[in-house]
């Protein structure tokens, strides 16, 4: 149930409904631990911009502190400057949330000080804001002839942003990501949204939705590994065999059961969808043991 963003400009989303596999720390493999040892720590000193640019004193200064503050490391075989676009990604993002679909941010590193194992940079960043936009139209529609199970209206309340409002990319990127989560929940696991944008003379980014809704899923059966005895946890469970498969119900069990859970269980970490796709079920597989299964 991943969604695509068209030509939107946004980047680093996580799909939070597609079921990856993570392993515990307990389970990462020891040999990783030599490579760990050879990176080199990037720490920004300061973060300086340069020429005019549309960001207020405030929020200039909150984007200095998450830049700063967030851990970079490099690997031998990575250049000086690998790091760069992802430390001025958080300047581009706070334009492209006031309107400005077509801002240009570059960096430039200036090393201050390199040590045995870290080097301190000064950022410099230059910004060409470019035209601010607002929303135009909004039609949501069917990626193929067939017609949409849920209406266009139901779908359009997912996006908060109102036409003639500032194009704020990070309410459409909520808004396509709410409308995978309520066919998620009405058993359309594999629903693929895919927003396309179109920018007219006035200034206004028309925006059209294509929703490709695949088969609807129930439940096959339900097999819990990892936790003695089961019945703890099968008491617990939102659903049952037969069931309309409800994404929304399972993340709200891992939520609620955190205490009688393992410490750091997830939906993404410990539930695994088994699809038999001519049958039209899926199989949950709630998998609670220290490494999990792939």
Known sequence: ??????????????????????????????????????????????????????????LRTQLVQQIQQ????????????????DAVYPIREALLNQGYFKVSVEGTPYLVRALAS???YILTVAIESGPQYRLGKVRIASASDTPLVL???????QISL?????????????????????????GYIDTTV??????????????????????????????????????????????????ILDFALWRNFFETNKSGLLADASIQKNLQVRRN???????????FRPCPQV
């Open 118 to 120: 870290e080097k301190l």
């Open 194 to 243: 895919e927003p396309d944008t179109m920018i007219d003379d006035s200034l206004q980014i028309n925006l059209l939705v294509r929703v490709s809704e695949e088969k609807r899923y129930s439940i096959g059966r339900i097999e819990v590994l990892g936790v003695n005895p089961k019945r703890q946890i099968a008491a617990r469970l939102p659903q049952q065999a037969g069931d």
């Open 277 to 287: 796709v001519s049958t039209g079920t899926a199989d949950i597989i709630l998998d």
């Open 70 to 85: 967030q851990e970079r490391w490099v690997t031998p075989e990575e250049s000086d400057s690998s790091w760069v676009s």
């Open 1 to 58: 149930m991943c969604f695509r963003f068209g030509i939107l400009p946004l980047l680093g989303i996580l799909c939070s409904t597609c079921l990856g596999r993570a392993q515990s720390a307990s389970c990462v493999d020891s040999s990783l631990s030599s490579q760990d040892s050879e990176k080199t720590r990037i720490n920004i000193t300061g973060v300086e911009f340069q020429g005019e640019n549309p960001l207020s004193d405030t």
């Open 151 to 157: 209406s266009e209206a139901i779908l359009r309340q």
């Open 162 to 186: 109102q036409e003639g409002e500032l194009f704020d990319t990070s309410k459409i990127r909520d808004g396509i990501e709410a409308i995978s989560r309520l066919y998620g929940s009405k």
